[in-house]
């Protein structure tokens, strides 16, 4: 069998799973992560490149240089840029979305109108590019209301106001400063679902779909899901709110019509599509879409796969994809984030992690996100989210007691993380 060499692109856990799932392919010889962390530098075939994420001319070159037979793009930034169209262009097969397709989630506003127009199950909402307009919607709509930034914000350009004031002080952050960039220069404001929340995942190639399995996120900083949003503090797979009538719910209201209305508009979307759901008392509506897998889910998702990842996304992107099967680890896989102190705002870089050796085991997983390797090869903190520790069991409660009992031999200063991952799902399966 010949072999080839992968590119995956990204810094992050997500692109840790990513790497250390496609080197295990038989029909792969070297995965290269650019610009990768401290875990991908320690993969087995995995090898890190010096390249940003979002330096495409670079990573065109360095891809053509290598012989690179396949690029899995992780993070947003550069399917927004284009990376996609752009590698496509020269040949080189890339799974992800175009550009134009990107739009679901580069912009806000775009994939709101997107849903008006395909019927979508989604928020009431408005987009907004002054003050006046947005708190006049708000009073129309009630508080507490959801304020986000249109463009790109890592997962954190969100806000949920809970007084007119605060509503005030956001808007007039996101409109007249500069607190997410060229991201809030328009911003979307929505009503408040309640409901349960869970990650719903597809590999998708033009009206071909395949259902990844479900995932919940946990997107609040702290304990019960309270303080400010963040990219993410632990994930597990499945999610028991998602069942089989529920997924096919998801599936009817939410993934079709997507898929159907993008070919409708001529933008065929080929990578993976991410519906994150809020599941209220009147079915499934579309909190956002992202246009890659998602972090921290990805990293308990993998944990669980037990196919191979390389024949799905090139079936994927040969629009074959309907002939591929899936298989998965009946466990339960449960991931845990270790976060710098500071995080989502403003952290220390560079503080030394210790006991990350002998961690490791078949059902327990150490995915780096922000790490680096210092002059004298000790992994150090670089980033807010730091690792993601995943523990496979036999049920969420024996998988959430394995991740914190191995969390509990890692020690970085300052560094933190909720103690309550799955518990929602831990009291859904509790005798009543």
Known sequence: ??????????????????????????????????????????????????????????????????????????????????????????????????????????????????????????????????????????????????IKADGLAAGKGVVIAQTRQEAQ???????????????????????????EEASFIVVAS??????????????????????PNTGGMGA???????????????????????????NAEGIPFCGFLYAGIMITETGPRVLEFNVRFGDPETQPILMRLQSDLVPILESALNGTLKDSAIQWDPRVALGVVLAAEGYPGAYEKGRPILGL??????????????????????VVSAGGRVLCLVALGKDTHSAQLKAYAALGAIEMAGGFYRTDIGQRAINRQLPE
């Open 169 to 195: 002080t956001t808007l007039e952050q996101m409109l007249g400063g500069h607190a997410f960039g060229e991201a809030g220069h328009q911003v979307v404001i929505e009503e408040y679902l309640s409901g």
């Open 236 to 262: 597990y797979s499945p999610a028991p709110v998602v069942d089989d009538a529920l997924a096919d719910t998801i599936m009817a209201q939410v993934i079709r019509p997507t898929m159907a209305g993008l």
């Open 1 to 146: 069998m010949t072999t080839m060499n992968v590119l995956v692109i990204g810094n992050g856990g997500r692109e840790h799973a990513l790497a250390w799932k496609l080197a295990q392919s038989s029909k792969v010889s070297d995965v290269f992560v650019a610009p990768g962390n401290a875990g991908t530098a320690g993969e087995p075939k995995c090898t890190n490149v010096p390249i940003q994420a979002d330096d495409i001319p670079a990573l065109l070159a360095w891809a053509k240089d290598h012989a690179i037979g396949l690029t899995v793009v992780g993070p947003e930034a550069p399917l927004a840029l284009g990376i996609v169209d752009r590698f496509q262009a020269e040949g080189l097969p890339c799974f992800g979305p175009s550009a134009q397709a990107a739009q679901l989630e580069s912009s806000k506003a775009f994939a709101k109108a997107f849903m008006l127009r395909h019927g979508i199950p989604t928020a009431q909402s408005k987009t907004v590019t002054d003050v006046a307009s947005g708190l006049d919607f708000i009073d129309t709509l009630g508080l507490p209301a959801v």
């Open 206 to 227: 033009g009206d071909e779909v395949l259902p990844l399995a479900t995932s919940q996120d946990h997107k609040r900083r702290d304990n019960d899901d309270q303080g």
């Open 357 to 378: 050796d002998g961690v490791d085991t078949d059902d327990i997983k150490v995915f780096h996100a922000g790490t680096a390797l210092d002059e004298h090869k000790q």
